[in-house]
Each structure stands twice: as C-alpha cells, then as structure tokens.
C-alpha cells in the first residue's frame, strides 16, 4: 500500500521561509508525479505545485509562482516543497499527494503571523 509521510504544525513569521517535506514509500517514486495541495481554514483543498517523475519538470499555482518551489530527491523517495517571502494568506494545511493512487499525506499546518 503506498504511504505518504508529510505532518506537524509549523509556525513561522511574515516574510519567512520555510521547506516542507515528504516522504513516499511503496512504489517506484521516479515514475511518478507528485504534488502539493494546500486547505485553508474554510477552503476547498487547491493544487499550489506539482513536479513529474522522471525530468521533474514542474508548474504552479498563480499564488505561489515565483515564491514556492517543489523539488524531489528520487534517492530518498522525497518532494519538497521551499516557500519563500510567506504571507499570513498562505496559512493553510499543505499536503502531499501522490496523483497516480490518490494517496494524500496527513498535512502540515503552517501559520504565518504577520
């Protein structure tokens, strides 16, 4: 069964930087795209960045563009999401999910005090 490993809750300051991580297992992850989503407080979950498998080749959100960057270790079975210049908007549940068997990791709460 594929597992997806991304959780905590992060607090960080207006401006801030930050990477989040997660860690996929199970399945042959080069070959994959993977993606991150965010969910904010009485939102819809919404696609911030995905990134293919092999390649890597990635796109984003208008939100995020030229901000955030989804990365992948295919060594370590690892996406990364770096976020940079954070903004109180961006406070949400981020998570990991993997396209191909619509597996979701348990999210990671971050808050950006302003």
């Known amino acids: 069964q594929v597992q997806v490993v991304d959780s905590g809750r992060v607090l960080v300051q207006f401006g801030g930087s930050l990477i989040l991580s997660c860690a996929a297992s199970r399945f042959t992850f080069i070959r994959y795209a993977m993606s991150w989503y965010l969910q904010a407080p009485g939102k819809e979950r919404e696609l911030v960045a995905g990134i293919l498998g092999m390649g890597g080749s990635s796109d984003y959100s208008d939100s995020v563009k030229g901000r955030f960057t989804i990365s992948r270790d295919n060594a370590k079975n690892s996406v990364y999401l770096q976020m940079n210049s954070l903004q109180p908007e961006d406070t949400a549940v981020y998570y990991c999910?993997?396209?191909?068997?619509?597996?979701w990791g348990q999210g990671t709460q971050v808050t950006v005090s302003s």
């Open positions: 999910y993997v396209p191909r068997w619509a597996r």
